[in-house]
């Protein structure tokens, strides 16, 4: 009888503790699974509100945008990115700006990143943080530009220079003193 009593105080401090997390009824995102599948829902009670751990069908996701399960073609969780912040970057990947990255915060405070297609039309504004209308905002995103470089005796050649553009040399003492040597770097 004695363990029934402390097994039953043990559970009531384990579901208050629980429910502490939610401050608010609504559906809100769980981080605690690797596919971005799983989200948590809070509902009001007569003197508390609970929270249930939930997870969306196969070949969905949930959504933060749409509070919902939604498809994995519009919006995808992308695990392969480690967000520093919450909020909406520049998908550097992209450079026509139909997507961007979303770093969601769930109610436990752990962040992970969304990959999200801007609906229609639409492109991400890197200074808005949003999508906007594709006729009002240029996307002018430069992907970056690969040369090669090798080291022949003292001199250096780089290839993979834009077509119309020259090769570049420099000698090995010019590199050196771009380097080390303050004066000469303007």
């Known amino acids: ?24 009824p609504g559906r809100f995102p769980s981080n605690t699974r690797d596919d971005c599948r799983g989200y948590m829902m809070c509902l009001k009670g007569a003197t508390s509100i609970t929270h249930y751990n939930l997870v969306c069908p196969e070949n969905t996701i949930y959504s933060h945008i749409d509070n919902q399960c939604t498809n994995v073609t519009s919006y995808q ?30 109610l436990s405070k752990i962040v992970s990143a969304r990959l999200v297609r801007c609906p229609g039309h639409m492109v991400f504004s890197a200074t808005e ?14 992907t970056p530009k690969v040369f090669e470089v090798s080291v022949h005796d003292t001199d250096v050649q780089v290839t993979g220079v834009p077509s119309g553009s020259h090769s570049i040399r420099f000698s090995l003492f010019t590199i050196v003193m771009l380097l080390f040597a303050p004066q000469f770097r303007q």
């Open 1 to 24: 009888m004695k363990f029934l009593g402390i097994a039953f105080i043990f559970l009531v401090i384990r579901q208050g503790a629980c429910d502490a997390v939610c401050t608010e």
């Open 129 to 142: 943080s949003v999508c906007v209308n594709s006729i009002s905002y240029n996307c002018s995103r430069e």
């Open 77 to 106: 969780c992308y695990t392969n990115y480690t967000c520093s912040g919450v909020g909406n970057i520049v998908n550097d990947l992209d450079e026509n700006c139909f997507t961007y990255i979303s770093c969601v915060q769930d």
